[in-house]
């Protein structure tokens, strides 16, 4: 008992810094965390890196596993060979379930982890806006696992309607809907046009896969409401000609095991799928910081939890506002954050107080819309067509972990760009693991 108040004590801290390296904690493996990670590899620190899953994942290219464009291998990277020629780099597979502050100490749910330094990086989940009983029917794309679920449910529902004789059935099972905008949303809808229209074509003999009907619900003005208007009408008229049918300016009012309400019309649907919101990880609990209405911790300018200046977070956990509006949750946000947070370590180590606010430099946005399409906002330039998809995949191959990975992912683009195929067309056995539940 009172060597466990010493420990916790100031001057305990005071001994440990000045003969001891300071224990940096990395909660979460996504892009921000292992770009801090990555940014320490040479610092003089213990550093310890927890992820509940063993592997990092390029989530921008998720939805092209959901719809059997890539395997889940492709895209995903052991965290251990990431940085495992990082000598002062622990990896820990286990499952963060508190934060004690006064004690700095990390909770998990095989123990307890000491921290002198501790960044959340934990990302976020789906929202359903308070209808979490949505989510049994209407799948979100934030995992591996949500992935492969989505990409089994829309090839079964191919596979069922080649055996329903009943019309009103056979239509339902080959409509999917997709509820959400954004860049997920238009990359999910346009990915599945092509999967039913081009890849699977000629493979039954009693559907026509043609006649699959894809419907894009998005309950503002726009689709890719952070791109110029001129971008997103362009990607409208895309989607169209892909023929996805693209629906503005409604909101879903229920879904369930029939399909969903929109405005007060029933859509028939075997396959709905959730693109429309997220929501923080429970950082904010852990830590009793305040929050904002989607759960990210509202943190200082130098990305520092108030009270708590050894505590940063970042990424699509914490609210940041620059210039009068909240940077989005995006991965070049979090990789920014990770690089500053990284050097702000670096200089409180060499004793260097003074903290310095971030700022996001914004180098645009894309987004892809079917085959040889894509958008760019690059600021004062705006890209549309085939050279904005050239620029999209030549960025998504740069930013992908690994060699192996990058020359994989491009092969297969290759291929299926060449054939309109399709490689990763494999129904397995639905598993249900934690991992597909919120945080």
């Not at 409208?236 to 503005?248: F, I």
């Not at 500053?340 to 004793?351: D, I, Y």
């Not at 972990?401 to 397995?428: D, E």
Request: hydrophobic share 45%.
């Amino acid at each position: 008992m009172i060597l466990s108040v010493f420990q916790n004590s100031f001057l305990w801290q005071e001994v440990r810094s000045i003969f001891m390296k300071p224990r940096i904690v990395i909660v979460g493996g996504g892009f921000g965390g292992l770009t801090v990670a990555k940014a320490l590899r040479s610092a003089d620190v213990e550093m310890t890196l927890v992820d509940r899953s063993n592997h990092h994942l390029f989530q921008p290219l998720l939805y092209q596993v959901a719809t059997a464009g890539l395997s889940p291998a492709d895209i995903a990277t052991p965290i251990r060979s990431i940085v495992r020629n990082q000598q002062n780099t622990t990896v820990i597979m286990d499952e963060v379930i508190g934060v004690r502050t006064q004690e700095r100490q990390v909770v998990l749910k095989n123990g307890t982890l000491p921290y002198d330094y501790l960044v959340i990086a934990t990302g976020s989940w789906h929202s359903y806006f308070g209808h979490e009983e949505w989510q049994s029917f209407a799948p979100g794309l934030k995992s591996i696992v949500d992935a492969t679920h989505i990409r089994r449910k829309i090839l079964l529902a191919f596979e069922r309607a080649e055996m329903e004789s009943d019309a009103e059935k056979k239509n339902a099972l080959l409509t999917f809907v997709v509820v959400g905008g954004g860049p997920t949303g238009v990359e999910m809808a346009g990915s599945i046009a092509e999967l039913a229209f081009q890849a699977l074509r000629c493979d039954f003999r009693n559907i026509d896969p043609q006649s699959a009907r894809i419907i894009l619900i998005e309950a503002g003005k726009q689709i890719l409401a952070s791109f110029p208007a001129s971008l997103a009408e362009k990607s409208t008229r895309k989607l169209e000609s892909l023929g996805v049918t693209v629906q503005t300016g409604v909101r879903v009012e229920k879904v369930d095991a029939e399909g969903v309400i929109v405005s007060g019309r029933r859509i028939a649907s075997g396959t709905v799928i959730w693109c429309a919101g997220v929501v923080a990880s429970p950082a904010g609990k852990w830590l009793g910081a305040p929050v904002d209405r989607a759960g990210r911790v509202q943190v200082e300018p130098d990305l520092s939890v108030p009270g708590c200046p050894e505590i940063y977070v970042i990424g699509d956990t914490a609210s940041v506002v620059q210039d009068g509006s909240p940077l989005p949750g995006v991965a070049p946000v979090a990789m920014q954050q990770g690089h500053h947070v990284a050097k702000l370590l670096r200089q409180r180590l060499r004793g260097e107080s003074a903290p310095s606010p971030f700022r996001y430099l914004n180098k645009g946005n894309l987004a892809t819309v079917g085959r040889s399409f894509a958008v760019a906002d690059l600021g004062k330039i705006q890209l549309s067509g085939l050279f904005a998809w050239l620029t999209w995949i030549v960025v998504h191959i740069y930013y992908l972990i690994g060699f192996r990975n990058q020359m994989l992912v491009l092969a297969q683009w290759a291929w299926a760009y060449l054939t309109f195929q399709r490689g990763a067309r494999l129904i397995t056995e639905e598993v249900i693991t934690e991992e597909n539940k919120a945080p």
